[in-house]
């Protein structure tokens, strides 16, 4: 499968249009160019009604392939959703918190700010990486030398200025 075979499964599923009232975006490897077999298509959401949010991917990818959908009943955890749709795997991520403060697009726009600063040389030694079995975000912390946990090392890292995250990928050459 192809870059243009999952956007012709975002469209075909009509994902994107479906939960438009919760500002929809893709995230993740796909988007990136780091997708390894098996990647899925990521969608976070902005979820200030989660019984609003589940009620549409349960009317409209209840019987899609292995669909399976989590929504607590208390607290603020957010509603999960996964599916197969036109072969590709889809989770969709709906949280209270607006897109913009949610982990998962802030370590993808830091991940993709870092790839557009970089030369090349980052793309090669993550992909090598993600291809070995690692997750993304794990992958980045190698290759950039971050210690303990990745996932907060890239939040972290979303704070740098370009020429910060210039200077940390000149620090680790990587390869």
């Not at 976070?44 to 949010?53: E, G, I, S, T, Y």
């Not at 889809?90 to 993709?112: A, N, S, T, Y």
């Amino acid at each position: 499968m192809t870059v243009e075979d999952y956007k012709s499964a975002v469209t075909s599923s009509a994902v994107l249009e479906r939960l438009e009232p919760f500002d929809p975006r893709i995230v993740g490897t796909l988007p990136l160019g780091l997708a390894v077999s098996g990647s899925d298509i990521d969608i976070v959401c902005h979820v200030l009604d989660p019984n609003a949010f589940t009620d549409i991917v349960w009317k409209h990818y209840r019987s899609a392939d292995d669909f399976v959908l989590y929504r607590w009943t208390s607290g603020t955890r957010p509603a999960i959703a996964h599916f197969v749709w036109d072969g590709w795997p889809f989770e969709l991520f709906g949280d209270q918190r607006p897109v913009e403060q949610q982990r998962g697009w802030i370590h993808f726009e830091v991940e993709r700010r870092l790839l557009a600063l970089d030369d090349g040389r980052l793309r090669r030694a993550v992909g090598t990486l993600r291809a070995g079995g690692l997750k993304t975000e794990p992958a980045f912390a190698a290759v950039l030398r971050i210690s303990g946990d990745p996932y907060q090392g890239l939040l972290e890292l979303a704070v740098e200025t370009d020429a910060g995250l210039r200077a940390r990928l000149a620090a680790c050459d990587p390869g």
